[in-house]
């Protein structure tokens, strides 16, 4: 599509037409067919077309298929056992999988209980090493026996 604004005037060209010319018929002499004995072919043939040209070429002898190699049949329980075969060691690597899960899930839990205890223990180590304002527990029920004592006696 041109733009309105450019004036545009389509090239003028000569055209020039070609009519096919006959050729002069050929007149062709038929080759001598030469006699075949019968069940051999000669290296070179020659055919005799209805028009009355002879056409003379090899002679190609078709192409044999080759035979096709027939394939041993696979019986079924050769099918069933490589099935069978395939399906254990699924069953194995599914297995194998498992169990290091469950060691690395029994791993896991270990660790827990040590970092359990070693807070635990942590807590225990700060209450008894704690001052608390007093001396220790200990020397507080050693003077209110002595204390007791005294007050019983006295």
Known sequence: MQPDHVPYVPAQRAVEVHQPTPLAPVVAVPAPVVP???????????IVLPDGRVVTGYAINPLQPEPVTAKPAVSRAAVNVTLGGVGFLAVCGGLLLLTTFIAALAAFVHQLVILAAVIFGGW?????????????????????????RNNFHG
Not at 36 to 46: E, H, R
Not at 129 to 134: D, E, Q, Y
């Open 36 to 46: 075949v004995q019968p069940g051999t072919v000669p290296t070179v043939a020659s």
């Open 124 to 148: 225990i180590a700060v209450q008894v090493f704690s001052a608390s304002g007093h001396r220790g527990g200990t020397t507080v029920h050693i003077r209110k026996a002595v204390i007791k």
